[in-house]
């Protein structure tokens, strides 16, 4: 049975202050093991790669088959039907299409004082995409990871994705051609990010490594953090549906069990206005439960962290959805984009109830990776930004300097900074003898 | 002595590597001491952070003098000189005018199935700065990482600056307050941090933390990333300069000594494409390290971690620029722009002989927090994009979810994430029927 809130309950802010704090996910603690692991590939490279897979994914490999061949990613691409390769092409256009328009501008000007000041934006040169084996082995994730950097105009573009057993699913090799990618490793966890991060004889470091993964792969993430630059570390899937009693039961349960159906550990919440309608997709849920495929996980989500909250009216569901600063965040009111301008912490918003959230994890356009646990309140999803950075850049004219420079030698002076201040010293001295 | 490389030398491969790859930092490991420290203010709130105080600090405080109050923070504005103030208002000026241009644009558009897509910018409500106290006490730092915080719309903004002793720095707080900082905290190391991002009973928790420190700040930053949001770990600072044989051996020997005297571990390196004026400049760092207020510091740092790099051409030292990806690079070249243009990884370029490092690191306008250790190969400067975040935005009518929905539904379908598919399909149900 799924948690009923109401705000005009006297318990409400403990149960709601409860459900936001509720820990989801036990993170097992493999920082131990994943650091072995690291200073293992670091120190034999291909080798201990070789052996490792061979351990956790019963693969043995050579060093001419860490990478799938161009023969066997064609093959792979041959074999996927129709329906589902012109669903991938569509998907991946209008990802690009999407992306194309994150890219930011560069700037340049002078100012008053005969400074030129500006920026300029340039890709990372390579970048690795980890894409997890076995069951969340997703084509949608390799379109929302590779896309962004190729669009950033990454050069070297590799994945990395374990297949145990030998198992590969050819819609990720399909996908990963779409994209732009140029290498294809068949290889995984902690000892795949380390390749990455560090290279071996066969794999080429990257400066950027990106994709979601298991707890070894995270622990492996973080350590290597600095040595390069990484994306975030994402928790369990999260959706919030805000919706008046004008909608369809049915499609707000399936879009709460889209969610759910992820991971025991996914949260989906329902907040409405009308406490009768909220028991009333309650209901709906219990009902898609009966049939779902991945109804075991999907009950276990929706029961351990789902929750129905009544509120007396939208400007309450806004003001809890910014505590609550969802992943997904659907507005099915009869003004969405009314209520959207009163939110401000959220990864990604649908607006109005034909948007339903899994058109945004496949073909909306916009990433479907985003920001979890709270974390939009300082963060966003993945973008073209990920795969670039920002040289700034400035140039003084003789006169610019005359200008700005005694403000700068102060202050370098005022932090006992003494050669900061005589290098806008010794110029200065050389203008005030005419020597510009 | 100062390292000599050449490229013309047949061991320059192995040398230059040797110089990239310097360890010049050893963190000591005080994880667990910081994770105690964060535990024990989570438990114990402002209690535990004036024990900690009391004990790192040598100061006495209560819950209502951890914040400086405004007729403190007035007296001390008041004590600045004129001169000083002049040269924190001109420099705050100028930071916020550059800042200003880095605001992102919302977007919002059609595309041709009918989808609305689009994204829309808004800043974290709170941020914490942390001011490293004592000799790394820099009113410059203050205006850097505040500015862009106040430009980005950033509600609440709080400084936590330890006063080891009582001791402050007026110039620290001048600047908070010309910067837009609403609360100054006198406390310090991992126990300010920990406060910032959990808050206590007198102490309000922030969304990011951003700011320098010594090794239990940066500790104390990473393990609180994922509560809170924080910006880079900064590593010692780092300035390359490249220069032909028509500049003033004196002022570039000034300019490499400018980031050695900050730290023995900085790192400041000369490329030039003529030998005998790498040896003049050499020479004039002797000379000037011989008056030196900082010498010992900068002597240690150019004997240990600088070099002289002789050069065929200029486009070999673009080359070596990159491998390096330097903090600060400045180019005293005929032609900086052409130059410029051969360059991808640098955090911050100066162009030309009058534009010393300097200027950059006070009033120049953009910030002088950069990424260091190489990482400019994939991260940028701190900026107002450090306190913002995206959310997507995307609304279906019911025409396009019939062009876009068939392809998620497959995808879904393929990926055996049946409650995504059928969110779509229920819609695609009613859209037959003719129930739009």
Redesign the interface.
């Known amino acids: 049975m799924v948690q009923f809130l109401s705000t005009e309950n006297p318990d409400f802010e403990a149960a709601f202050s409860a459900l936001l704090s509720a820990k989801r996910e036990d993170s097992p603690d493999v920082d131990a093991i994943v650091a072995g692991i690291i200073a293992d590939v670091r120190a034999r490279g291909d080798a201990a790669v070789i052996e490792l897979t061979a351990k956790f994914d019963r693969l043995d490999l050579s060093p001419d088959r860490l990478a799938f061949s161009a023969a066997e990613i064609d093959a792979a691409c041959a074999a996927v039907p129709a329906?589902?390769r012109?669903?991938?092409e569509?998907?991946a256009a209008?990802i690009r299409?999407?992306h194309e328009?994150?890219m930011?501008a560069d700037?340049r000007?002078t100012?008053a004082s005969g400074?030129?000041?500006g920026?300029r934006w340039?890709p990372?040169?390579a970048a690795g995409l980890y894409v997890p084996g076995g069951?969340a082995s997703?084509?949608?994730s390799v379109l929302m990871n590779a896309i962004p950097a190729a669009v950033a105009g990454v050069e070297r573009l590799a994945i990395c994705a374990p297949t145990p057993g030998g198992q590969v699913n050819p819609?990720v090799l399909l996908a990963a051609r779409l994209s732009g990618v140029d290498t294809v490793y068949r290889i995984g966890g902690a000892q795949a990010v380390a390749a990455m991060a560090y290279g071996t004889e066969t794999i080429g470091a990257v400066?950027?490594i990106t994709g979601p993964g298991n707890a070894f792969v995270a622990a492996a993430k973080r350590r290597v953090f600095?040595k390069?630059?990484i994306d975030m570390?994402a928790g369990p899937s999260e959706i919030l549906v805000i919706a008046d009693r004008d909608n369809?039961p049915?499609?707000l349960a399936?879009?709460l069990?889209?969610q759910?159906?992820?991971d025991e550990s996914a949260q989906s919440i329902l907040i409405t206005d009308d406490a009768e309608f909220g028991r009333a997709v309650a209901a709906a849920v219990e009902t898609?439960l009966d049939t779902?495929?991945?109804r075991a996980i999907?009950a276990a989500s929706w029961r351990d962290f789902g929750a129905v909250i009544t509120v007396r009216d939208l400007g309450e569901a806004a003001a809890l959805s910014d505590r609550i600063a969802p992943e997904h965040l659907e507005l099915c009111v009869a003004d969405?984009e009314a209520l959207?301008a009163r939110?401000?912490?959220?990864?990604?918003?649908?607006?109005?109830?034909?948007?339903?959230?899994?058109?945004?994890?496949?073909?909306?356009?916009?990433?479907h990776v985003?920001?979890t646990?709270r974390?939009?309140?300082?963060?966003?999803?993945l973008?073209v930004?990920d795969f670039l950075?920002?040289?700034?850049?400035?140039?003084?004219?003789?006169g610019?300097?005359a200008a700005?420079?005694?403000?700068?030698e102060?202050?370098?002076m005022?932090?006992?900074?003494?050669?900061?201040?005589?290098?806008?010293r010794?110029?200065l001295d050389?203008l005030n003898r005419g020597g510009?």
Do not use: C
């Not at 950075?389 to 003789?398: G, I, N, Q, V, Y």
């Open positions: 329906a589902e012109e669903a991938l569509l998907a209008r299409a999407y328009r994150q930011p700037a000007w100012d400074a030129e000041l920026w340039t990372v040169e069951l997703y084509p949608s819609l400066d950027k600095g390069v630059g570390i369809d049915d499609w399936i879009d069990l889209s759910a159906e992820h898609r779902l495929e991945r999907a969405p959207s939110i401000r912490h959220a990864g990604a918003i649908f607006l109005g109830a034909w948007t339903p959230e899994a058109i945004g994890d496949y073909a909306g356009g916009p990433n985003l920001p646990a974390s939009a309140r300082f963060s966003s999803g973008s930004m950075k920002r040289t700034t850049l400035a140039r003084m004219s003789p610019a300097l700005i420079g005694p403000a700068a102060t202050l370098a005022s932090e006992s900074l003494e050669a900061h201040g005589l290098s806008v010794a110029r050389r510009a």
